[in-house]
């Protein structure tokens, strides 16, 4: 399968095959502002199979996310068909609406608050409900 | 110090030197309550239970109206426009409308968070849920601190329902900030402190025997197995009766044990040890309304505290 290379945009690549979907939803995308593929289970020499989004014409994409969905992941920045940017991702401090606290008694189960979560342990991945202080293990 | 204007929703949400300048200023109050009867006139609390509550709602009460204030409030939320399904946000905007100061109790962890955040007042959270009980916590101290002078170096035993007590949970986050304080847990494996409590205390140990703990203790601090927390009432019928204290089991325990607890109790400590001269858990409850008179003092700006 041929995929063309893009001159301005976002490159995500080295996505755990299975999981593009899932990233774009929650990088939440405006589709209206460039073009967007979405590449599925290609052939990958360092992880066998993979999946890689490319976003033609976007700059500013909030990617804090990806560190927490998917680690492995590399992102990377083009201009004028060079290569500006490779991000090396890590777990934010602080992640809005990506997890959902597992505590029943906890109050974002009844009030339409925002599932806010912070990283508690960087080493083991821990984040904490800012609500209830439920610790959860990254993205689990 | 300044607390004016301040909320109260987490244990930590005070510093030790806030906490010791409440408790020197409870102090005070205990001495001559009568210089501090108008403190508060013409300032309104609102209290706002949608749990049960004996002690923390009538304590509080009795603080406002011994300064001199006046209280509002409901103490079962089918009497107010929560049964209609109204959302803590729009309840504490009104609120905040009408008072000055306002309490919440809620069964959901992390409500007094989402409440302050929308109020315009003071808010103090009287126990949200099995999390934190920060009101509770300041009781506690102010009558370990009365007897013991301070509380460095001291080895508190916490027993019973470790998962759900909120009592637990915010005196192991603000004593764990004093120098030298040994803790040990003693629950069923069921009902451990949850992880991110054991992850505030440095020096602890985690026992299923009180027996064999009790000769060590400083202070122990007993509590009753929650039981409106459990979703399933076999395991707690399993669990309830866990751990029972009595006289008996207190010959082993130090000569100057203080025995806590934050009250109800149900039958983890026998009668027979309330005229033990260790018991202080009456002396206790009636110290949170000394406290909470400070409190509320200090958060409406009617106390400096030094």
Redesign the interface.
């Known amino acids: 399968m041929e995929i063309n290379s893009i001159s301005n945009g976002i490159v995500i690549d080295h996505l755990q095959a299975g999981s593009g979907m899932k990233v774009l939803d929650y990088l939440n995308i405006d589709t209206e502002l460039g073009s967007v593929a979405l590449i599925m289970n290609v052939p990958s020499r360092k992880y066998d199979r993979k999946d890689i989004i490319k976003l033609e014409n976007y700059e500013n994409v909030d990617v804090n996310v990806l560190g927490l969905i998917d680690h492995n992941a590399t992102v990377i920045y083009i201009q004028n068909g060079e290569i500006v940017k490779k991000l090396n991702l890590k777990l934010p401090q602080k992640v809005t609406n990506v997890l959902k606290c597992k ?11 925002p599932n806010v979560f912070h990283l ?1 342990d960087n080493v083991s991945g821990k984040y ?8 959860i293990k990254s993205w689990e | 110090m300044d607390l004016q204007g301040r909320h109260l929703i987490a244990p930590l949400d005070l510093t030790v030197e806030e906490m010791e300048g409440l408790f020197s200023l409870s102090q005070k109050i205990i001495a001559r309550p009568e210089e501090y009867a108008e403190l508060c006139k013409g300032k309104l609390l609102a209290t706002l239970f949608y749990e049960p509550s004996t002690r923390t709602r009538l304590s509080f009460e009795a603080a406002m109206l011994r300064l001199g204030g006046q209280v509002i409030g409901f103490s079962e939320p089918q009497s107010s426009s929560v049964s209609k399904g109204e959302s803590i946000a729009d309840t504490i905007r009104t609120v905040a409308g009408y008072a000055d100061i306002a309490v919440m109790r809620h069964p959901k962890e992390g409500s007094a968070l989402v409440a302050a955040r929308k109020s315009g007042i003071p808010m103090i959270n009287a126990g949200d849920g099995g999390h934190f009980h920060p009101t509770q916590t300041l009781t506690d101290l102010l009558t370990i601190k009365l007897e013991k002078g301070g509380f460095d170096g001291i080895t508190i035993g916490m027993c019973g329902d470790l998962k759900f007590g909120r009592t637990v949970h915010s005196l192991i986050c603000a004593l764990g900030r004093y120098r030298g304080v040994k803790f040990i847990l003693v629950s069923p494996e069921e009902l451990r402190a949850p992880e991110y409590i054991r992850d505030e205390m440095t020096d602890f140990e985690e026992v299923r025997d009180l027996s064999e703990a009790l000769p060590k203790l400083d202070v122990l601090y007993m509590t009753r197995v929650q039981k409106e927390r459990f979703f399933n009432e076999e395991d707690y019928i399993r669990l309830k009766d866990s751990y029972i204290l009595n006289a008996a089991k207190l010959k082993k325990a130090k000569d100057d044990l203080m025995v806590l607890h934050p009250l109800p109790r149900v039958n983890e400590i026998a009668i027979d040890v309330d005229d033990d001269p260790r018991a202080f858990y009456f002396k206790q409850m009636k110290n949170g309304m000394y406290i909470r008179m400070a409190l509320l003092a200090a958060l409406l700006g009617k106390a400096d505290l030094t």
């Open positions: 505590n029943p008694r906890c109050i974002t189960s009844m009030e339409a608050v508690a904490k409900c800012e609500y209830c202080d439920n610790i």
